[in-house]
Every structure is written in structure tokens, then in C-alpha cells.
């Protein structure tokens, strides 16, 4: 499994983040995107399902990033809104754990990740 994180380091306002996936059959898995800020644990920012229909995103993000999927290039993508300086951290694409109830998905965890890009946020 190979998870290779793309993204523009010090960032606009509005910002996309790409992961490129490898190893695995990737519209099969649910994916997920974490981050961790210096001295704070690793957090879930937002999972998606297999087929894309199922999403959730931490509160502290709802209504300003927007994870999506393109099963067709293996890519996985977080569009990030209205960028605060809070939003600092490296940013992870994950290999996700977790479960479906009828078609809506729950995160649990995650089983792989990538090695991270960095996204700061000027004040």
C-alpha cells in the first residue's frame, strides 16, 4: 500500500490537497484524512465511503473542507475552504477502518497512511 500526499505547503484561502493511492484496490476502501499539529494528537478531519456517497467531517472543518474521491485515478482530494491559521498541520491521507450501516460509513481508524504534507496557514 502506497499513499503519496500532494499539496502547496503554505496555502491561500482555498486550498486542494491530493493523495495518490497504489497498492491496493482503492474503490474498495474507505479513505480518510487526518492531521496533527505540533504537540496535539493526530485527528480525523474527514472520511469518505468506497463509492463517495458517505462522508463525515470533524466539526471543528464542517462547512469549510470538502473530501471527495476519484475512483477512476486511484485520487483522493480535500478541498479546504476559508483556511484559518488552526487548520496549521501536516496533513495525512489514511487507509480507513470503520463500517457501514445500510450505506452511510463510520470511521474508526485507519490500517495505512502516507507520510504527510505540510499546510500552514498564515495569521
Known amino acids: 500500500v502506497q499513499l503519496q500526499e500532494s499539496g502547496p505547503g503554505l496555502v491561500k484561502p482555498s486550498q486542494t490537497l491530493s493523495c495518490a493511492a497504489s497498492?491496493?484496490?482503492?474503490?474498495?476502501?474507505?479513505m480518510s484524512w487526518y492531521r496533527q499539529a505540533p504537540g496535539s494528537e493526530r485527528e480525523l478531519v474527514a472520511s469518505?465511503?468506497?463509492?463517495?456517497?458517505?462522508?463525515n467531517y470533524a466539526n471543528s472543518v464542517k462547512g469549510r473542507f470538502t473530501i471527495s474521491r476519484d475512483n477512476a485515478k486511484n485520487t483522493l482530494y480535500l478541498q479546504m475552504n476559508s483556511l484559518k491559521p488552526e487548520d496549521t498541520a501536516l496533513y495525512y491521507c489514511?487507509?480507513?477502518?470503520?463500517?457501514?450501516?445500510?450505506?452511510?460509513?463510520?470511521?474508526?481508524?485507519?490500517?495505512?497512511w502516507g507520510q504527510g504534507t505540510q499546510v500552514t496557514v498564515s495569521s
Open positions: 469518505i465511503s468506497s463509492a463517495g456517497g458517505s462522508t
Open positions: 497498492g491496493f484496490t482503492f474503490s474498495s476502501y474507505a
Open positions: 489514511a487507509k480507513d477502518i470503520g463500517y457501514y450501516s445500510g450505506t452511510y460509513y463510520s470511521s474508526i481508524g485507519y490500517d495505512y
